[in-house]
Every structure is written in C-alpha cells, then in structure tokens.
C-alpha cells in the first residue's frame, strides 16, 4: 500500500478528551479546504462497528485476551481496507481515534501478550500502513478513569468492558504510552490533557500545521 494522504492519529488514555480534539482539528482543516476521513477504532466502517460492540459490551466479561486481540486487529483490517486505505489513496488526511499503537499499549503490555504478537497481526491487518504523525494526550491513570466513571454516569450504557479493568491495568497502559513517546519522539508527540481543552488544540495546532 502506497499512501498518498497524510495519516494522523490519536492516542490516550479514556477520558483524555483526544475525541474532543480530534475532531476540533478535523473541523479546523476542513475550514481550511482540506478533505477529512474521521475515524476511530475499535469502529469506522459498519462491520468494524459491530466488533466495537462485542469488544467493549460489559456483559462479556469472559472473552480471552487473544480473543480481544483479534478482534482489535478484525476491526481494523476492515477499517484500513474500507476507509482509512481508499481515502490515503485520494489523498485526503484521514485522522484516526486510537490505532495500532492502543493494541500495543492494552493488549501487548496490558495484557502482556508480548510486543511481537502485535507485530505479526499488524503485518497482516495494517500491511506497513503507518500513521505519519500520532497525538498523545497525556493524562494519567487515576485522571483517565475518574473521567471515564464519570462519563459513564452521565450517560449510561454499556461499552464500558474496558473500564471496568483494575487500575494496575491501566497503570501499565499509561507507563506503555510514555515508553512509546519516548522510543519514537519523531512520530508520537506528548500533548498535556490536563491543560484546558482550547490550550490542547492550539498545542495540537502547533504540531499538526508543520505536517499538512
Ligand atoms: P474509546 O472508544 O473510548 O477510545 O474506547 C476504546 C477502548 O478500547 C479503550 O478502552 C481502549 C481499548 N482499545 C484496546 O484495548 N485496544 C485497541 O487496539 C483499541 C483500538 C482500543
């Protein structure tokens, strides 16, 4: 696959508010006349969406760590053949909520599946696709779950399997992103989640505009 777009990606812990400024940028760059896919994983296409609902259904607590792999990666070889591969293929910036960096920090370090696993079904779901440039909005653990319980709340439903994991969990993910930023300063750059939301999108602003 030769892409042609430019592939920006968002990561961070729940509640980090990286959908929020995602999709401020996706805005700012549409007012700029630029052609944006938004997507986001576990989703996107339909098919993609309904692995969303097995993967995130609190009723299915049972379902193994290589079962959630799989269908992590299920999602998004739907995701890359269906919408985000097309549309880097016309050119367009496809900006991404979570990619393979999120199975590399859940399921790799969180699960301790192991960082090759990763790699041999990014091989076959991802084939080298890449994203150019990876947001990382920083907050920790104990922030991201206090606001992901809280939106829980507010709005009940019933994606929250992931949420509901002991807070070890999600300390390796935090340590796990940290370590990513640092092994690949070049791609993943480190915004502070913690800072008010119109601070965050002109710290993303400041980033993104030396790439489009
Ligand atoms: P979100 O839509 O709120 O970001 O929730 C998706 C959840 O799925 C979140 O807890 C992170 C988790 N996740 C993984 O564990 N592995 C993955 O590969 C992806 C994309 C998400």
């Known amino acids: 696959m030769k892409p042609r777009g430019i592939f920006i990606t968002f990561e961070g812990?729940?509640?980090?508010?990286?959908?929020?400024?995602?999709?401020?940028?996706?805005?700012?760059?549409?007012?700029?006349?630029?052609?944006?896919?938004?997507?986001?994983?576990?989703?996107?296409?339909p098919i993609a969406q309904k692995i969303r609902r097995i993967l995130l259904d609190s009723a299915n607590q049972e379902l193994s760590p290589a079962t959630e792999i799989l269908l992590y990666f299920a999602s998004r070889a739907q995701?890359?053949?269906?919408?985000?591969?097309?549309?880097?293929?016309?050119?367009?910036?496809?900006l991404s909520d979570r990619f393979t960096d999120s199975s590399l920090v859940y399921q790799g370090v969180g699960r301790g599946l192991g960082?090759?696993?990763?790699?041999?079904?990014?091989?076959?779901?991802?084939?080298?696709?890449?994203?150019?440039?990876?947001?990382?909005?920083?907050?920790?653990?104990?922030a991201s779950l206090?606001?992901?319980?809280?939106?829980?709340?507010?709005?009940?439903?019933?994606?929250?399997?992931?949420?509901?994991?002991?807070?070890?969990?999600?300390?390796?993910?935090?340590?796990?992103?940290?370590?990513?930023?640092?092994?690949?300063?070049?791609?993943?750059?480190l915004v502070n989640g913690r800072a008010a939301m119109d601070a965050i999108e002109r710290e993303v602003w400041s980033i993104v505009s030396a790439h489009v």
């Not at 700012?28 to 989703?43: C, F, H, N, Q």
């Open 13 to 45: 812990m729940d509640g980090s508010g990286k959908t929020t400024q995602m999709h401020r940028l996706a805005e700012r760059l549409r007012s700029m006349g630029r052609t944006i896919l938004e997507t986001a994983e576990p989703g996107g296409p």
């Open 79 to 94: 995701n890359v053949d269906q919408w985000i591969g097309p549309a880097l293929a016309r050119g367009e910036i496809v």
């Open 115 to 142: 960082i090759d696993a990763v790699g041999e079904l990014e091989r076959i779901a991802c084939r080298g696709l890449k994203p150019d440039l990876t947001i990382l909005v920083d907050v920790d653990a104990e």
């Open 146 to 189: 206090a606001r992901a319980w809280a939106r829980n709340e507010a709005q009940p439903h019933c994606e929250t399997r992931m949420d509901d994991q002991a807070i070890e969990f999600h300390r390796k993910v935090y340590q796990a992103y940290h370590a990513l930023a640092a092994a690949e300063p070049e791609r993943v750059k």
